[in-house]
């Protein structure tokens, strides 16, 4: 499978506690991107990385979320101090050099904090 | 900003029923426009775009016109299958700054009833 690859496909935590996601894009896409689905809702975009560097972050992202991309590879986003309204699905995506408007969705990462 | 609407809630139709899914824009660009699909436990995936005004986007029998003189773009089908059952979002690109981000609209389910 050369998709997108999420993991893990879901996550249950308590309150309080912190919760990483990997993402690997799908190879030679230098784009790599996080969104954010809540239940009825469109994706709402969170951050992008061109290669390794970040280069926008949207205002969603609190202090608490941290995206990297070290090798401009296979991305982690890290909640810290897990919220209960950070449950959600969390998408990563990524778009090719050639056509960067067009994005890849992976399965999702399901986030429940109880 | 850029934005999108689209026709909210859930569609019932018959199979075999004709479709409409209106989805109207906001934007100073005139970027590409995206229909995603989204199945039940998936991530979104692209399912047609336009990329310029009076363009058509194709896809399985969907078809959706980029529209600048009434900023729409339109998702329609002249007889939908059971198969076509999943939520469907209206897309654009976010500004020439910001290329990175796709906008979504909150969606639209499609239920076919059999």
């Known amino acids: 499978d050369t998709g997108v690859s999420q993991d893990p496909r879901h996550k249950i935590t308590k309150r309080g506690q912190n919760v990483t996601f990997r993402c690997d894009p799908i190879?030679?896409?230098?784009?790599l991107y996080w969104y954010r689905q809540t239940l009825g809702q469109g994706p709402e975009f969170l951050t992008y990385?061109?290669?390794?560097?970040?280069?926008?972050k949207s205002r969603l992202l609190s202090d608490r979320f941290s995206a990297e991309r070290p090798k401009g590879s296979f991305s982690t986003l890290e909640i810290q101090r897990t919220e209960q309204g950070d449950s959600a699905m969390y998408l990563c995506?990524?778009?090719?050099?050639?056509?960067?408007?067009?994005?890849?969705f992976g399965e999702g990462s399901w986030l429940t904090v109880v | 900003g850029d934005s999108v609407v689209q026709t909210e809630g859930q569609v019932l139709p018959s199979e075999g029923d004709s479709l409409i899914v209106n989805c109207s824009y906001e934007t100073t660009q005139y970027p590409s426009l995206f229909w995603y699909v989204q199945y039940p436990g998936e991530g979104p995936q692209l399912h047609l775009k336009?990329?310029?005004?009076?363009d058509k986007g194709r896809n399985k029998g969907f078809e959706a016109m980029y529209r600048k003189e009434t900023t729409s773009f339109h998702l329609e089908k002249d007889s939908v299958q059971e198969s076509d059952s999943a939520v469907y979002f209206c897309a654009l690109p976010g500004s020439r700054s910001s290329a990175s981000k796709i906008i979504f609209g909150s969606g639209t389910r499609l239920s076919i009833r059999p």
């Open positions: 190879s030679e896409h230098n784009r």
């Open positions: 995506a990524s778009s090719s050099p050639v056509d960067g408007n067009t994005i890849y």
């Open positions: 336009a990329m310029k005004a009076n």
């Open positions: 990385f061109q290669n390794e560097a970040q280069l926008e």
